[in-house]
């Protein structure tokens, strides 16, 4: 068992409690056969049924419907209390033509790889320049 836990919430009306569930198999087995082997960084993930509450302490990866930041299909964030949280807009995924799912796996890997948000890399081009890139797994 990994030490880090996600709660798979949909809080999507565009698809059914059923569709984010087949997912999340596939999530976890990147996860723990992909993700875990070249980072070092494992967790267990859990579908939360709508009427319920995430796990306390547990980061949230939230299915959402339409984004709320112009032209992102997902991002990743922090809760109220400081843990990490995804979010993946399956609505705008659907209506772009795009898979939910490749969002899904985006976010939560780039969620495990960086919680806080925090972490860059300097690219030094001189003694007195560079340029700084936020560390993300996934994008190029």
């Known amino acids: 068992m990994a030490n880090i836990k996600i709660a798979v919430i949909n809080a999507s009306t565009v698809l059914k409690d059923s569709d984010v569930k087949a997912v999340v198999p596939a999530l976890q087995t990147q996860v723990h056969r992909d993700f875990a082997a070249a980072w070092g960084i494992d967790a267990d993930l859990t579908v939360v049924a709508r009427d319920s ?23 990743h964030d922090l809760t109220g209390a400081g ?58």
């Open 83 to 140: 843990l990490p949280l995804g979010k993946v807009f399956a609505g705008s995924d659907l209506k772009l033509g795009y898979q939910w799912t490749v969002t899904a796996s985006h976010e939560l890997l780039e969620m495990l790889a960086d919680p806080d948000i925090n972490l860059t890399a300097f690219v030094e081009s001189s003694d007195k320049a560079g340029v700084l890139y936020a560390y993300e797994v996934c994008d190029a």
């Open 53 to 75: 509450k995430p796990t306390a302490g547990s980061w949230w990866l939230v299915i959402l419907d339409d984004s709320d930041q112009a032209g992102a299909l997902g991002y």
